[in-house]
């Protein structure tokens, strides 16, 4: 944990009432002053001619990053990773959500198609767009400097898999601007670092266990090259999460530099490795939470991709910025003064399931969204920040009573209570108990526009 200005300022000549106190040479006219710019980052330690060397240790230590930032990829579509600080999402959060990257060998007979799929994929979910992260393309025939450089063009972040030197530096003159990730499978460190040296790309670092991986990051860092990520090349099921715990802990807890470094990790690399999509979904999984910064599928398979878009998406949300949307009224279809009038919510994730059940109803509606500082609907009702008051002020200031001319709203049934006290405050309005699950929602609304329909003839 980094040090605070009163911290440092203990170890400075004003917090040890030395005559040096407030010189002002550092530049600024107190040494708290300095102090609480030190611990800001907002000034150089050395600034001071009278820091000790006890402090210059104890600042270097408190200071050092945990976990190196790496970036690969071109301009507009740079993949960061890495610079994560804790180990558990609810200490404070995860920085850079994992990359998603697909495994293609250069040799594939169906490499166009799956190209094409690959960089064609776009899903949406609760207002974000995602697409695949990168490629990983593998040097298994003579065409792969040509399809690297189909990759690289096409604007794809591209991971670089070889194990021959020479094809490497010949793909790298071609695709260098691009800023791949390089993955030289050789474990020799020393050619490793030269190829980092030569074309100043990210660069992966293996080691077929912690005790080598550390070693060869320590080599790398010898000859003082930081930008590279680290992979541990022989996983097992059984030892997977305990390896890469070890891993994340040694370089959060403990600063350990050469384990403080991003990790990749193959799914091919698992012993026994299984072609069963429901398996390799359960190894995905894993991986991006315990604690892979770039995960390389074996396969283009749509509903595993988004299914681990997901979980990374409700893993990498700050936990103390829940999504959320605008509160005010989103009218959903063709809407006219005889739609159905329904309120929720301004948690993202309930919004868009909502919005998504009554697209699928075909009824327009309007859907009302009431200001609850990002709650689903049961935890705002607890916390008193979706009421009866709350929705009636929302009606009032969206002008509800002016699109509609039936006086009808229809409330989440988990919370039905509220509905004599949405009613004292809505004399006018007559509230409707809907569906306690969206999955109901379609179900719901075709019964209330049958029923509706039949109440107007």
């Not at 450089?149 to 094809?167: K, R």
């Not at 039905?416 to 809907?434: A, N, Q």
């Amino acid at each position: 944990m980094k040090l605070t200005g009163l911290q440092i300022f203990k170890y400075l000549p004003g917090g040890k009432k030395e005559p040096e106190a407030n010189c002002k040479k550092c530049g600024f006219p107190t040494c708290m002053a300095f102090a609480m710019k030190l611990a800001k980052g907002e000034a150089s330690i050395d600034k001071c001619e009278y820091v000790t060397d006890e402090l210059k240790s104890i600042f270097e230590q408190t200071s050092r990053q945990q976990q190196e930032e790496v970036t690969f990829g071109p301009a507009g579509r740079q993949v960061k990773v890495g610079n994560e600080t804790v180990i558990f999402r609810h200490d404070k959060k995860f920085v850079n959500p994992t990359c998603l990257a697909i495994k293609l060998d250069s040799s594939d007979r169906d490499f166009e198609l799956k190209f094409e799929k690959i960089k064609n994929y776009s899903v949406e979910r609760v207002g974000e767009i995602f697409s695949l992260d990168a490629i990983a393309l593998f040097d298994t025939d003579e065409t792969f400097g040509q399809k690297a450089i189909q990759v690289a063009e096409a604007g794809i972040p591209l991971i670089l898999v070889s194990n021959n030197l020479e094809n490497l530096e010949k793909t790298l003159d071609f695709t260098k601007d691009s800023c791949p990730l390089v993955y030289f499978t050789n474990t020799d460190a020393e050619k490793t670092v030269k190829l980092q040296e030569k074309y100043k790309v990210p660069m992966v670092v293996s080691g077929g266990s912690i005790g080598e991986l550390t070693e060869n990051s320590s080599k790398a860092l010898d000859k003082e090259v930081k930008n590279i990520v680290l992979n541990l090349n022989r996983l097992s099921i059984e030892n997977s999460v305990q390896d890469l715990t070890y891993i994340r802990r040694s370089a959060i807890e403990d600063k350990f530099k050469p384990l403080g470094f991003p990790l990749i990790t193959f799914q091919k690399d698992f012993e026994g490795n299984s072609t069963d999509p429901v398996k390799q979904g359960i190894i995905g999984s894993v991986l991006i939470c315990k604690y892979s910064n770039i995960v390389v599928l074996d396969d283009f398979n749509e509903a595993i991709i988004y299914a681990f878009m997901t979980l990374r998406q409700n893993i990498f949300t700050d936990p103390e910025k829940p999504l959320q949307i605008e509160p005010k009224i989103y009218p959903i279809g063709e809407v006219d003064e005889n739609s159905p009038v329904i309120v929720t919510t301004n948690f993202a994730l309930t919004y868009f399931t909502v919005a998504g059940e009554i697209e699928s109803s075909n009824i327009s509606s309007y859907l009302v969204v009431t200001p609850s500082d990002g709650m689903s609907v049961l935890t705002a009702w607890s916390a008193d920040k979706f009421n009866g008051e709350i929705i009636a002020k929302a009606f009032k200031e969206y002008g509800l009573a002016e699109l509609v001319k039936h006086r009808k709203v229809i409330i989440p049934g988990y919370v039905s209570g509220l509905k004599d006290e949405i009613e004292e405050e809505m004399p006018e309005w007559e509230v409707i108990i809907g569906a306690n699950e969206a999955v109901d929602i379609v179900e719901f609304l075709k019964g209330y526009q049958k029923k509706h329909l039949k109440m107007k003839a």
